[in-house]
């Protein structure tokens, strides 16, 4: 299996230190992927980090990493809560698949409580702030390990 894994980041998550700092925290996605960087580099991981305003681009990614990579951690952001082509694309992906929220959803509006991405995901993280990216890419390690013994 690849020690390839894709990282990506749906809508607004390109303001993130920027927009709404006492819910998400004052880490710029720079700063996420440069903790992801470094910890996948701890793991052996490769790390792709990608991230979209346009669903399309997301749903590309996804297709990208049937071909290449041995996981996918994911924050969809709003799109976690409407598109049903990213969780079509996610099913057609046959390895690893880690949501993160950096929020904790569940104590926030109703319609941030239902996320199509968690019918496909082998685990959820959220309310971890931006540590949830790393947790992520620990549990996909040890999953991607676990398949090679």
């Known amino acids: ?3 390839l894994v894709y990282v990506l980041n749906g809508p607004n998550l390109n303001l993130l230190g920027k927009r709404q700092p006492h819910i998400y925290g004052h880490e710029t996605l720079a700063d996420v992927e440069a903790d992801c960087r470094r910890v996948g580099q701890e793991l052996g991981l490769e790390i792709r980090f990608h991230q979209s305003n346009r669903e399309y681009e997301i749903i590309d990614w996804i297709h990208e990493a049937r071909e290449t990579a041995g996981g996918i951690v994911i924050n969809p952001a709003a799109f976690t809560h409407t598109s049903v082509a990213i969780l079509d694309a996610l ?3 046959e390895f690893p698949v880690i949501e993160v929220h950096i929020s ?13 991405v968690s019918l496909r995901a082998d ?11 790393t947790l992520a890419l620990q549990r996909i390690a040890k999953l991607i390990n676990d398949k090679k013994a």
Do not use: P
């Not at 993280?125 to 949830?132: D, F, K, P």
């Open 1 to 3: 299996m690849s020690r």
């Open 91 to 93: 099913n057609a992906f």
């Open 104 to 116: 904790n959803v569940h104590k926030r509006e109703a319609f941030r409580h239902h996320s199509y």
């Open 123 to 133: 685990g959820v993280i959220a309310g971890l702030g931006t540590q949830g990216y």
